[in-house]
């Protein structure tokens, strides 16, 4: 049985992804043009971008956005390997206890949880750089976005770590910016490969970008990277892979999980307020981090297992 082709152009093997990313999943939708310009527009015109009412509709258009990514987990893993219910049961608890786990973190040591979030968010966002060879270029690159908020507004950066962890935790951020330039001169390169590959979308969305994640409040920057650049790559991986699920599906699934996960939050803040810093940006990071944690693992275990998976055998990693 020969692979699915929508697998083999969403995960190709690793020793051809150097080439066309944009082909491979490196989708720039007119979304994020359209974002991008509104942004650009407002601030223009001096409409004032970190007022509250502001950070919160970024941080809900991040939260909507990011969160459905990473929805469609389990019904990769159903996809790519042969489970009956026992062991379908099993890995939707263990994924769950990572998840677990992280909030566990962010209650009792919230500064390691915010240090793993930052370190897993760094190799995240390094899988969008597929023209960089090396894992620690790419995790350089994906660092680039958190470094770019970081030059661009030190202090707003660090009074939102301190309010997802603790006062130790601007010392961090201070680390941050020292590294920052090295993060942005390896994305530079990765943005010269991708432009020299033929991804001229990609490479141009990034670069704009990270300028406006130096300009714009970290939050509105960070919305625009992760729910009109990101997300959609890693969406439109899982959509070539789960091709046949229904549109009603596909849907009701990212609502319902992401819901849930929203949901799951929200209780937990109520059992344990006085544990959890009350601000919402705040609170909505640190609910990104406890699914973000699962999701790496889980999505990295996946990839390597379609890339490496052996087709001679007469067997394909789909069942």
């Given amino acids: ?108 040591v919230p500064l390691a949880a915010l240090i793993l979030f930052l370190a897993a968010a760094a190799v995240h966002f390094g899988e969008d750089w597929l023209m960089l060879e090396d894992p620690l270029l790419r995790v350089a690159a994906g660092a680039a976005v958190i470094a770019a908020a970081t030059i661009g507004h030190p202090d707003e950066v660090a009074a939102l770590f301190v309010a997802m962890s603790d006062p130790r935790a601007a010392v961090l951020a201070q680390i941050i910016t020292a590294a920052a330039p090295v993060a942005l001169l390896v994305t530079a390169v990765g943005i010269a490969l991708a432009w020299r590959d033929g991804s001229l979308s990609w490479a141009t969305a990034m670069t704009l ?11 509105m920057g960070f919305a625009l990277f992760f729910a009109f650049l990101h997300s959609p790559r890693h969406l439109t991986q899982a959509r070539a892979r789960l091709h046949d699920m229904t549109p009603a599906r596909w849907l009701g699934t990212g609502a319902l999980l992401s819901g849930l996960a929203i949901l799951g ?24 981090a406890s699914v973000a944690v699962p999701h790496l693992l889980l999505s990295r275990w996946l990839e390597r297992r379609l890339t490496t998976a052996p087709i001679s055998q007469g067997k394909t990693a789909i069942s």
Avoid at 71 to 76: K, M, R, S, T
Avoid at 209 to 219: D, R
């Fill in 1 to 108: 049985m020969l692979p699915d082709p929508m697998v083999a152009l969403a995960y190709p093997p690793t020793s051809t992804r150097r080439r066309a990313p944009i082909g491979r999943g490196d989708v720039v939708y007119p979304a994020y043009w359209f974002a991008a310009a509104l942004l650009i527009g407002v601030t223009l015109l001096g409409v004032p971008l970190d007022h509250p009412a502001a950070v919160g509709i970024a941080t809900i258009v991040f939260i909507g956005g990011g969160l459905p990514h990473g929805a469609y987990d389990i019904a990769l893993l159903r996809r790519s390997v042969a489970l009956d219910r026992a062991g379908l049961c099993l890995v939707v608890g263990g994924y769950a206890m990572i998840a677990m786990l992280m909030v566990f973190l962010w209650i009792s």
């Fill in 209 to 219: 970008c990270l300028v406006l994640l130096v300009v714009l409040p970290p939050v």
């Fill in 265 to 288: 939050w929200l209780g937990l803040r109520t059992m344990a307020s006085a544990r959890i810093d009350p601000i919402m940006v705040a609170q909505a990071f640190q609910l990104l």
